[in-house]
């Protein structure tokens, strides 16, 4: 008997790490035992990798997604409303159901929410009123204002969201343009780096090279420890690069893979935990993509052609991967977001649409990291949010 209950202590851990985080945090409240279990680092990681790395093809496709709309609330009825939901789409028999995340948004209306992550199921919702949110917990933590310095503002900013192993900290980097207020004189790009560890700002001090940066980063582009963004100079494209353990930048230089920059759009992703470039015509009712990928990180002689995907009808740009399914989501033309089979080449309709070059959609990872610190103050802890109907979708029910 007492070698049963051993044997079950053992097994314990793999088998509570395959469930969901609604369920272990019920469990966790019965049984002091598994709280203890189930709190510990070590669980935490391991269900972060077990649950995560093992979902069937046939279990529902989640994403976190964002969008844009026209909303009611302006004086001239053309304002944009922008929200985050959780989206499970149920590819057996079509049907969708869209989740809003009750945050702040809700009750403040903002017209532009970038997504960034997912990071060991962290995400950074940067916006007016910027935070870092874990879904499956429930949890999120609003970011102190960016420090600037006096009689300065800024007119641009450009995000990067990552974890540090080394000191276990999740950051958000900003570069930010500064400008003089009564000269409007353009002053040095500034370096600030969110911890959450500190949960505050400081400046990096860390030289950028001269280039300019694409305004978007709606694909995930956190590889082997750095952000990256799609760049250029007078050479021509490159990336980006922003070490989160180093806290320094470097560039690649892009392969040749756009004929023409008025033809051609490109953007910067992950795919395989490979940085990748993804380039597509930017006209046409059919458009193809094709994928290049640095095979040795760092090294520019590296850069191979993957794939090529598509060409795929009516779509407009790329929205990321989800490459344990298979998957390539797209925004079509009108502002819906498609899915591509890899495989089978099949295009699904999801339902979920918004304002023409709105949307984001990325992984959903379930994870037990909570953004409160210990022994914190609880006032300046983090605040918990509910998830509710999207009325306006049309795959809720009623």
């Known amino acids: 008997m007492a070698q049963n209950v051993d044997r079950l202590k053992d097994v314990m851990p793999d088998i509570l790490s395959r469930l969901p985080v609604k369920s272990l945090r019920r469990l966790a409240c ?53 929200s985050v939901s959780l989206l499970s789409f149920n590819r057996a028999n079509s049907s969708a159901v869209l989740n809003l995340l009750d945050l702040i948004y809700n009750h403040d209306e903002v017209n532009h929410i970038e997504i960034l992550g997912p990071c060991n199921g962290l995400y950074c919702l940067f916006s ?19 420090p600037a310095p006096p009689d300065t503002h800024s007119k641009m ?14 950051k958000v980097v900003t570069i930010m343009d500064t400008w ?13 780096m969110y911890s959450l560890n500190s949960h505050s700002w400081r400046n990096v001090d860390c030289p950028l090279p001269p280039l300019s940066i694409r305004n978007c980063s709606w694909i995930d582009a956190f590889v082997r420890g750095a ?32 004929f023409s920059t008025r033809e051609y759009a490109g953007t910067v992703a992950k795919f395989r935990e490979s940085l990748t470039v993804i380039v597509y015509p930017r006209r046409g009712t059919e458009k193809g993509f094709d994928l290049w990928m640095m095979k040795d990180y760092g090294n520019k002689g590296s850069w191979t052609k993957h794939a090529n995907i598509g060409p795929i009808v009516g779509a ?47 992984v959903y ?25 999207d009325p306006l979708f049309e795959g809720n029910p009623g």
């Open 30 to 82: 019965i049984n002091k035992s598994w709280y203890r279990l189930i709190k510990s680092p070590d669980f935490i990681s391991k269900h972060l990798h077990t649950f995560n790395n093992h979902m069937k093809s046939t279990d529902p496709i989640n994403l976190l997604v964002k969008r844009t709309r026209r909303a009611p609330f302006g004086p001239y009825g053309d304002d944009r409303e922008a």
């Open 128 to 146: 007016s009123t910027s935070m870092i949110v874990n879904p499956s917990m429930r949890e999120f933590r609003i970011l102190p204002d960016t």
């Open 157 to 170: 900013e450009h995000v990067g969201f990552g974890f540090d192993p080394e000191t276990n900290d999740y």
């Open 180 to 192: 003089r207020n009564e000269t409007d004189e353009q002053l040095p790009w500034r370096v600030e």
């Open 227 to 258: 952000f990256h963004w799609w760049a250029y100079d007078a050479a021509g494209d490159l990336i980006l690069a922003f070490d989160m353990v180093n806290e320094t930048f470097q560039t690649f230089r892009v392969p040749n893979a756009r």
């Open 316 to 362: 407009r740009r790329p929205l990321g991967f989800l490459e344990e399914k298979n998957l390539f989501l797209v925004e079509d033309n009108d502002g819906r977001m498609m899915i591509y089979d890899l495989q089978t080449e099949e295009i699904i309709h999801t339902g979920f649409h918004g304002e023409e070059d709105s949307l984001q959609a990325v």
């Open 365 to 389: 990872m379930e994870s037990l990291i909570s953004v409160r610190r210990d022994n914190e103050n609880p006032q300046a802890g983090a605040s918990f949010f509910g998830m509710i109907p």
